[in-house]
């Protein structure tokens, strides 16, 4: 029985958006222990990159996405389904912290939007 929970993800295909470090990463690395493809959807690349050198490449494949982008969701989308022929399981891992500033006087509008469009809408 512990042999089964230890592959539970098995040919199952994965997204994990902002997996190129923190939870995400660490996502990513589980998913593929338990025998999922994840595919990295990160806006990252250096790091991503990295997490992809480290496993094994029939595992894991990295695309440029970010996710307040519709255009970035769609290739991540088609990317996984065109490779892998399927799509089981999205994780939606993106998300931001907006600098924290002493006085809320001095949030601008944009930065809460940004931080808005990331952590609350992307990957709608």
């Known amino acids: 029985m512990a ?3 230890a592959r539970r993800l098995e040919g199952k295909v994965a997204i994990i958006t902002g997996a190129a470090s923190g939870i ?7 998913f593929t222990r338990h ?3 994840v595919v990295i959807a990160d806006i990252q690349d250096d790091l991503a990159q990295k997490v992809c ?3 094994d490449p029939s595992s894991i494949t990295y695309v440029h996405c970010d996710v307040t982008k519709e255009d970035d969701l769609k290739n991540v989308v088609n990317t996984a389904v065109s490779k892998y022929g ?3 399981i999205m ?3 993106a998300g931001i912290v907006d ?4 006085n809320i006087l001095d ?3 944009s930065e809460f939007e940004k931080v808005i469009n990331i952590n609350l809408i992307g990957m709608k």
């Not at 995400?24 to 589980?30: D, K, N, T």
């Not at 600098?99 to 002493?102: A, L, N, P, V």
């Open 53 to 55: 050198e480290n496993l």
């Open 86 to 88: 399927k799509l089981d």
């Open 3 to 5: 042999a089964h929970f």
């Open 24 to 30: 995400g990463e660490v996502a990513a690395r589980l």
């Open 107 to 109: 949030n601008e509008k």
């Open 91 to 93: 994780y939606n891992n």
């Open 99 to 102: 600098e924290i500033k002493s």
């Open 35 to 37: 025998g999922a493809v």
